[in-house]
């Protein structure tokens, strides 16, 4: 099976993982209590740094983020294997939930949004890195694209309608995720070089 195709059955899996344990939360509510971002008890119950992620508001919350992730994945499968997939989409959590740990707010929050947000941005950093460190329109557009929008929704003038839980906080997820997918694409170039070098 080639190896684009695994990364985008791994993404795949997350969505599907992500719609069970939405089901499963419509019968039994208490769920969403136990698996999401909780700052108060993120150290007491370590694994809420990942669930975090994979835990949804509702439908539509869950389809927008499913759409998202998958169309992502695609657009960059390729500069991945199964391996590097899941240690850029492993550090971008982690790095999401303590970049808002640091922040102190929100106190609470889920969606796979912020892992969108770092897998897109790491994915152009690897385009990038690809065409020898060449800019072209595309990629431009991608960047100025995913950070003007984080920079106006921290700015307060655009909102999601999805994410009433969070309300104008939904920048601190997002730049957590640009922060920690720069940092992705960061130790996977340093893993490429290793590599190269025979180490």
Same mark, same amino acid.
């Given at each position: 099976?080639?190896? /684009? #195709? ?19 939360? *419509? ?18 119950e ?12 509702? #439908?539509?919350?869950?389809? $927008? ?15 991945? +294997?199964?391996? *590097?997939?899941?240690?850029?989409? *492993?550090?971008? *959590? ?17 969606? #796979?949004?912020?892992l969108?947000?770092?897998?897109? $941005? ?22 100025f ?5 984080? !920079? ?7 909102? +999601?309608?999805? #994410? ?19 940092l !992705?694409?960061?130790?996977? /170039?340093?893993?490429? !070089?290793? $590599? !190269?070098?025979?180490?």
């Open positions: 099976m080639p190896q /684009q #195709l695994q990364v985008i059955i791994c993404a795949l899996l997350v969505v599907v993982i992500a719609t069970w344990l939405h089901f499963y939360q *419509t019968e039994l509510p208490q769920l969403l209590d136990h698996f999401d971002f909780d700052r108060e008890r993120i150290w007491d370590p694994w809420r740094i990942l669930t975090a992620h994979v835990m949804h508001l509702n #439908l539509q919350h869950l389809m $927008l983020n499913g759409a998202g992730l998958i169309i992502v994945t695609v657009l960059f499968a390729r500069h991945f +294997s199964v391996r *590097t997939w899941l240690n850029a989409v *492993t550090i971008i *959590t982690v790095g999401i939930s303590l970049w808002v740990w640091l922040l102190g707010f929100p106190d609470r929050f889920v969606g #796979l949004s912020g969108i947000h770092g897998l897109f $941005l790491c994915g152009i950093f690897l385009e990038w890195s690809a065409s020898n460190y060449r800019w072209d329109w595309t990629l431009a557009i991608g960047l694209f995913i950070i003007g929008k984080v !920079a106006l929704e921290a700015m307060g003038l655009i909102a +999601s309608t999805v #994410l009433l839980s969070t309300g104008d906080q939904v920048w601190v997820m997002h730049s957590g995720g640009l922060l920690a997918g720069a !992705a694409w960061w130790l996977h /170039q340093r893993r490429l !070089a290793a $590599l !190269a070098e025979g180490r």
